[in-house]
């Protein structure tokens, strides 16, 4: 799924050094994108095929259609044969975390790409750790309720 600061991503991607950043935006980008890639793993299509293909076949349509139904999301990538990648910490035990859908659909489309990626690794007050760090060790409606609370925060 592409949004319409792809291109952005892209030129943040292609940087060799955060010297080379023609904007501030670009410069934090490039940092935070680096840091996310440092400690967290970006899977390919390929991969997330080959893991999600334990019980049925899947193809680059059935994920593409996974990101339309915001079941799981995918970040610009060049270094590999496709331009997306999708952020590991989506998928347990053969499958795409249930958890992570329902996120997706309180956002409903508030963040795309690396925006939403580097806001699930974002330190979140409430939770005292990022959204990813919370996905293992926070009761799913604890977790929920600070998304709720973040996306409505006037209710």
């Given at each position: 799924m592409?949004?319409?600061?792809?291109?952005?991503?892209?030129?943040?991607?292609?940087?060799?050094?955060?010297?080379?950043?023609?904007?501030?935006?670009?410069?934090?980008?490039?940092?935070?994108?680096?840091?996310?890639?440092?400690?967290?793993?970006?899977?390919t299509?390929q991969?997330?095929?080959?893991?999600?293909?334990?019980?049925?076949?899947?193809?680059?349509?059935?994920?593409?259609?996974?990101e339309?139904?915001?079941?799981?999301?995918?970040?610009?990538?060049?270094?590999?044969?496709?331009?997306?990648?999708?952020?590991?910490?989506?998928?347990?035990?053969?499958?795409?975390?249930?958890?992570?859908?329902?996120?997706?659909k309180?956002?409903?489309?508030?963040?795309?790409?690396?925006?939403?990626?580097?806001?699930?690794?974002?330190?979140?007050?409430?939770?005292?750790?990022?959204?990813?760090?919370?996905?293992?060790?926070?009761?799913?409606?604890?977790?929920?309720k600070?998304?709720?609370?973040?996306?409505?925060?006037?209710?």
């Open positions: 592409t949004c319409k600061y792809e291109r952005f991503f892209i030129d943040v991607l292609n940087l060799k050094s955060v010297n080379e950043a023609p904007t501030k935006q670009h410069e934090i980008y490039f940092n935070e994108i680096n840091k996310f890639t440092k400690h967290l793993l970006i899977l299509p991969q997330v095929i080959d893991y999600l293909s334990l019980d049925k076949l899947y193809t680059q349509s059935d994920l593409e259609l996974m339309e139904d915001k079941i799981l999301f995918s970040v610009t990538q060049t270094s590999e044969k496709s331009n997306h990648g999708y952020p590991a910490f989506q998928f347990d035990a053969g499958v795409v975390r249930p958890v992570i859908a329902r996120i997706l309180i956002l409903d489309g508030d963040y795309k790409n690396w925006d939403l990626a580097l806001w699930f690794n974002s330190f979140n007050y409430d939770l005292d750790m990022s959204l990813i760090e919370a996905l293992d060790t926070v009761p799913l409606e604890q977790i929920l600070e998304i709720d609370k973040e996306k409505n925060p006037y209710q």
